[in-house]
């Protein structure tokens, strides 16, 4: 019995008894064959993708299962007990395969798996995701539905009590869900759950990350990461400067970044960028600016599309302040590249 | 009794007494003549622009005049039943017609007019707002005096409680008053009291929105939109793109963009936009940028400023990079356009 | 006895006994040294820089030196009076000097004479801060060190309370700690504790202001103000413009903006300026940029690089939109200027 994910969630409720969105303490991935054997044995779970809410008698069914003095499954056994003293609707989650969600529990727990570095972006299956989330008020009193969120903020009122809205949206804030080691987020409010942040990643205050996009490892965010980029190890990314997304505005070609780039203040990116390639800041290349190839003389070889230069590694973009030209030299002057860069035209 | 405006709130004041802010649950645009006449008589009001703050005898008063009962008044009668229950204080605030308010509760009922979608931006006079509105520490113990605030820190601090200031401004944000119908606001911080959403915009977590501005209807809105400035129906403006304010730094001309533009990531408009037209990303257009007009054969015909293009439909605004050159093209080839455009030289 | 700085503070600790932060209501720089005198002798505090943590009895002792009806000491007295209240852990911290700061209580008292105006941006030895510096999480329920945010979280969930997590970051924001006199600030959430925000000066949504960093007086902060850089009296930094900063990304030079400067929407800035410049927006001017100077005929006279023109008054530059040339005019057509820029080519 090969499960692709499984895990036990803390669950909040609309009034008419709508998931509004999961909290999965220890979501697991292609988890131990014969522990998920016996959770869906104790549950009655009949395989598939889908999730059981979680009523006294299961957890304590389930606490029987596993009982405090396990040795195999301890950490299992130790987070039923955690559980046990839930005030809010407990369920248990179970994604047999990685196929598009079909629920409120299982969108969140797929977003989980990114954010606990357990997939990649593009790694788990989120078709659809946007028509299933509910749109959810994120407030001081935790998540309330938008539809009940009027009457909640009077009654606040009357009582003297402060109801904060923190954000009206389909995905949450990552760090009220997990907060992965090693990394600093000066400002949560920009990073979705979802958001795969590198072990060593700063996102600064002007930084943000859209759900499904991220940094492989140590990196430097001070600008945009959309949905679905990804920006690899040792990349800085300037002060707002933006990637294009692929939801909206942007094209359908997935932008990257590579290993140690730097993506100037105010530049943006508009195809996917090799390793150790730079854009000066306030520079914005898009897949169909013409740039102008130099040589290491400075000397003009080639005109060529950006998005012919995908993937293309060790290239500077400057525009040249004195003729408005887009140019890109190599940016360790390697002759090799750019004679291969003449072959492109 | 035509009014302009009438709504019952609840506020907040300072320890001198001084009104802080008011929150209306249902601000009325236009209410019904015999309803303000019944309200005005009950409460002695003796017309014009004001408010009048509501004791307990008061209260009584307007319940016994609004009966539980009432037919044709039972969504006042609604109201003042839950208002009864208030910890803070209560007010009724009469705007009989649209001159400059006078008075916090006066201004800050002309904002929600605004938010809850009642009149549009430039729709209502909010003439002396800024010096009107006092600057408050807006924190999640709710609204506190400035001058007040050190102490309030402190005794937080000795009890080991947390007293956050989320923002010290003149205007709150938006969605602790109104979250209108169909919006998504990704982080409420960047909307302000006063902004006008319309209905299917998203605000993601870049965009921005001030008072008195705002969307007319379905948008995605990841760029700012400045004081005064207004968005049509279908437009997109891309993350981080700059839309010129009147209040500093911009000039007198208002901007606004049409139906179904698109804002380029990172650019930035400083002249009213027409309908369906484009500005590359990290292209900046003010009203004074020398623009070269382009034939459909890419021909350069003309050399406008962008201001001479306002309100011009069908637009397709980009830097050459080749040359340098701001250009703009029809964006759907359309002859006519450009053999207007060059009767403008 | 002449002491740097002095202060008593209240400070947050992890559950290994680690100090996360403290809150200093009333830091002193050079206090009085018949003051420093009296507090070193009754605490016992042997000179140099370090802090001592205050159990009941030193507060007491401290009490009987302090009394109540003392009149030259009586802003000490209300303030140990209100202290002895405390829940939370007391200390005192003691700068002799203005060395590298050694623990984290040394590092915060800096930070709050930064951000309390005491001392301006770079008058304060804050090397080595960052190393000094624990990364925290934020929370409403206070500081919580990352190790532990997990189970709180999880605790939180189960009793049904939220846990709001605001940052993951070494620097906290500001406006929990002070709001100096005659600010605003729109979202606080922007504005690092250690900034200098001068009188006068308001940062809206989009402005930023990184630590050890901000404005000299009255100033309008749309923009990015990074570590290390200063805005002087008069200015005006527009929507999401940039300013170098020097911990990634830029140079070692270290930017400022003279006075009565206005750096347009969406524009950058990678070099000193003198007072009264003006930078279009969109437009980045880093130190290597060329740009032509032209003279009161709109002539161009010279090319040079940006940081020849560091510090030099009343500049105004643009990118020509008809030939994409950088180019820099006198702001106020001084022909002297002109001359004076012509020797340096």
Redesign the interface.
Known sequence: MTYYSFAFG?GSKDSAGNWLEV?Y?EPLLYPAADLLEKITQTLGHEGGNGFLELGRQQLETLQHAFPASSDSDSRIAALLQ??M????PLLATFLASDSQPASVPEAYLKLHLLSHRLVKPHATNLNGIFALLP?V?W????AIA?SE??GR??QA????E??????????P?M?????PSG????????VRLGAYIGEGTTVM??G?VNFNAGTDGKA?I?G?I?AGVTIGEGS?L?????T?GTL??GGNELISVGRDC?I?????L?FPLGDRCII?????V?AG????LLDHDNKPVA?VRARELSGRNDLLFR????????ECKTNKSKIELNAELHAHN
Chains 1, 2, 3 share one sequence.
Request: glycine share 12%.
């Open positions: 803390i909290f303490p955690t559980l003293q839930s005030t809010k749109n008020a407030t001081n009193q935790g938008v969120l009027a903020q009077l009122r009357l009582q003297g402060f109801l904060e809205v923190m954000s009206v949206d389909k995905f804030k760090a009220n869900y997990v907060v990394v600093r987020i000066a400002h949560t409010a920009r205050h002007e943000f430097m001070e945009r959309s800085d300037g002060g707002g400067c933006s294009m909206s505005g730097l100037g203040a105010n530049a943006g508009g000066e800041a306030g520079l914005y898009t600016t013409k740039v102008s005109v525009r040249n302040s004195n003729t408005g030209m887009v």
